[in-house]
Nanobody
Framework: QVQLVESGGDLVQPGGSLKLSCGAS????????MAWYRQAPGKQRELVAQ???????NYARSVEGQFTISEDKAHNTVYLQMDRLKPEDTAVYYC????????????????WGQGTQVTVSS
């Protein structure tokens, strides 16, 4: 069974940095789209950053120049480097990937991690 697990969330002071990781495991044939979302209390989940083959990374306006998304396809991992963190960045951060499994190599299915809490507070 394919599973995604995020890690790296923590309590950090404003202006600090964190690096989130998300690794996928299981019967993976190929991974295409990778992205990070976040959801603050009482708010809807929103896209933070995404990677698609053949295109530059795409960022939400609120984090562009502040966050950096990167990937290690060989190890089925996506990262989110978060710098100059602000209180409004506080949220549960989720990673998602579209994955083709060994059983269905022609079809891509979205998978989600369980989320990791990022709290920015002094």
């Amino acid at each position: 069974q394919v599973q995604l697990v995020e890690s790296g969330g923590d309590l950090v002071q404003p202006g600090g940095s964190l690096k989130l990781s998300c690794g996928a495991s299981g019967p993976i044939f190929n991974i295409k789209f990778m992205a990070w979302y976040r959801q603050a209390p009482g708010k809807q989940r929103e896209l933070v950053a995404q990677i698609a083959p053949g295109y530059p990374p795409n960022y939400a306006r609120s984090v562009e120049g502040q966050f950096t998304i990167s990937e290690d396809k060989a190890h089925n991992t996506v990262y989110l480097q978060m710098d100059r963190l602000k209180p409004e960045d506080t949220a549960v951060y989720y990673c998602t990937m579209t994955i083709a499994t060994l059983d269905q190599q022609y079809d891509y299915t979205p998978y989600w991690g369980q989320g990791t809490q990022v709290t920015v507070s002094s």
